[in-house]
């Protein structure tokens, strides 16, 4: 059974960064696309945007409103992914989960979701 779990959250000004981690298990990681999606605060579990990906040969993806700022990353050997956020805004706010898939396509329908990790900007 696929376990995921993220930490690397917290409070921090406008302006500061954060590096969020994601740890899987029960799943071979290699050969999986990964992603992180963030739930703003007040929305539901569908409202979720997918704000970076990251296939297994290495191509990226990201939201419009983090490109520039965020960057994805993975390790295979640790089976861990990585969400560098720089510039963070208000905006970027919210509480983040990591999703693994055999195609990006297929983040969206992952459905054994982590604990997630909190991201509180402060002006």
């Known amino acids: 059974q696929v376990q995921l779990v993220e930490s690397g ?7 500061g960064s954060l590096k ?10 290699r050969q ?3 992603g992180w999606f ?7 579990r569908a409202q979720r945007e997918l704000v970076a990906s990251r296939t297994t040969i290495g191509s990226t993806s990201y ?10 990353f993975r390790d295979n050997a640790k089976n861990t ?3 560098q956020m720089n510039s963070l805004t208000l905006e970027d706010s919210g509480s ?6 055999p195609t990006v396509s297929q983040l969206w329908a992952f459905d054994s979701w982590g604990p997630g990790t909190q991201v ?3 002006p």
């Open 38 to 44: 963030r739930q703003a605060p007040g929305d539901s």
């Open 63 to 72: 939201h419009d409103s983090v490109k520039g700022r965020f960057t994805i």
């Open 120 to 122: 509180t900007v402060s």
């Open 20 to 29: 969020l981690t994601c740890v899987a298990s029960g799943i071979i990681f």
């Open 9 to 15: 959250g917290g409070l921090v000004q406008a302006g």
């Open 81 to 83: 992914a990585y969400l």
């Open 32 to 34: 999986n696309d990964v």
């Open 96 to 101: 983040y989960y990591c999703a693994v898939g």
